[in-house]
């Protein structure tokens, strides 16, 4: 922006070089965005706004807050900007709040997403989608600036907003893959959001995150494949060392030596992918284990999923009863 200090003098406004100082490393910190009340705390006068936005040096964004640049404003301007006209006690939540803590996913909401108390009724503003929540001071991250909600708390009002069953758990297992959270604070924090929407849908994905399922394919295989055919329980993500390399184990039956492995790449074309996965399937096999993989395929059909897992498991001496799932289905 234009010196401010000069524009100050120029319409006749003494602003001390400690106070444009401090207001310049406001706005620094803010990406550029700062409100009117904070202008005038460092001695800038309505006029001089007036006279930098006629200059073109200073854009109004909403009513109060500007930003001391002209032009598009990046998604951390808008941002700030969104919190600014939100007032105190208001803090990123949802995917913008994912965003600012640098969670890997598809956010393709440009909208910001800001919490305020309930208590606090705001103006509609345009590109910025507001949520009222009680006691939201106890769910905000302690000393963050910009404030916003934990972690966990932003992953589950995500979770919560998407109305395909499938995307709630993709937010969830995403992130536990990430190693950003786990699955057991996730559930400790759910409790602390009585009012969010699909709660019992919510706590039976993190029910199967906690046994480490990672992702939609997994989730396919231990509800449709697993638990619908009567088969053991497998542990999942088992951590072993080959070749000097750390690997996980989708799912493994440890007594018998069996490993089912999914692959979550539509094809799973990409050379590097198959060598690895050749890889490992050969090192599970020279250890004594039977690998079995399957793909996408698996969640049209489960069945014929579950009937190869049966004779694998009967092939290592699983003695056990596997139950059909439907009159068709060819699991005995």
């Known amino acids: ?38 202008a005038m705390a460092h001695g800038i006068t309505d006029k001089v706004l007036l006279g930098r936005r006629r200059a073109r040096q200073l854009q109004r964004v909403h009513v109060g807050v500007y930003v001391d640049f002209t032009g598009p404003l990046p998604w951390e301007t808008r941002m700030w900007a969104a919190l600014l006209a939100c007032g105190p006690g208001a803090a990123l939540t949802g995917t913008s709040a994912l965003r600012r803590y640098g969670v890997a996913g598809s956010w393709s909401d440009e909208r910001i997403h800001v919490a305020v108390p309930h208590a606090r009724r705001v103006e509609p503003k345009s590109g910025v989608v507001v949520t009222r929540h009680r006691h939201l001071s106890a769910l905000v991250q302690a000393s963050r600036e910009p404030p916003a909600v ?32 786990t699955a057991v604070r996730l559930l400790a924090e759910l409790d602390s959001l009585p009012e969010l929407p699909g709660r019992r849908i919510l706590r039976r994905i993190l029910g199967e995150a906690a046994e480490g399922v990672q992702s939609f394919l997994e989730q396919a295989y231990l509800r449709r494949v697993e638990r619908a055919h009567g088969l053991p329980r497998a542990r999942r993500q088992v951590r072993a060392v080959e070749g000097g390399a750390v690997v996980y184990r989708d799912n493994e039956y440890s007594p018998y030596g069996v490993l089912v492995e999914l692959d979550g790449q539509i094809g799973h074309a990409e050379t590097t992918s198959r060598w690895r996965d050749m890889t490992r399937d050969n090192a599970a096999a020279m250890s004594g284990k039977l690998t079995l993989r399957f793909g996408y395929h698996l969640v049209g059909e489960p069945c014929a999923a579950a009937a190869q897992v049966v004779a694998a498991l009967r092939l290592r001496g699983w003695t056990g009863t596997p139950r059909a799932c439907s009159a068709t289905c060819p699991v005995t």
């Open 1 to 38: 922006m234009a010196e401010w200090y000069g524009a100050c003098m120029f319409l006749g406004v003494e602003v001390s070089r400690e106070r444009y100082g401090a207001f310049a490393e406001l706005r620094a910190r803010q990406a550029g965005a700062f409100t009117r009340a904070q």
């Open 150 to 181: 934990r972690l966990e708390v932003a992953l589950l009002v995500t979770a919560g907003a998407e109305q395909d069953v499938s995307r709630r758990a993709a937010v969830l297992f995403d992130a536990c893959r990430q190693r950003r959270t």
